[in-house]
């Protein structure tokens, strides 16, 4: 089993900055990738960004040249800069080794 910890989320003004962190912890293999996702109300769930063992990183379209994830061995984050509105969501920590695992969530607003 894989225990994913988040922290960070927050309440945000537009234009302004969060980092969010997860750390995993248990059965931890290599070579693995972890990354973040996002569900805002009445939407479905969708990837933000996610990066390999490696480093190796894809982003969805709305985030790039806005947000940076990277990794420190089992710990991943998400620099949000420049945040709108419609990135307010609760915001997912996964991680991928065969299957996938989810932390529990963490909310980022993003609202005047």
């Known amino acids: 089993q894989v225990q994913l910890v988040e922290s960070g989320g927050s309440f945000v003004q537009p234009r302004g900055s969060l980092r969010l962190s997860c750390a995993a912890s248990?059965?931890?293999?290599?070579?693995?990738?972890m990354g973040w996702h996002r569900q805002a109300p009445g939407k479905q769930r969708e990837l933000v960004a996610v990066?390999?063992?490696?480093?190796l990183t894809n982003y969805a379209d709305s985030v790039k040249g806005r947000f940076t994830i990277s990794r420190d061995k089992d710990t991943v984050y998400l620099q949000m800069n420049s945040l709108e509105p419609e990135d307010t969501a609760v915001y997912y920590c996964?991680?991928?080794?065969?299957?996938?695992?989810w932390g529990q969530g963490t909310q980022v607003t993003v609202s005047s």
């Open positions: 248990g059965k931890i293999f290599s070579p693995n990738a």
């Open positions: 990066i390999g063992s490696g480093g």
């Open positions: 996964v991680y991928a080794y065969g299957t996938l695992y």
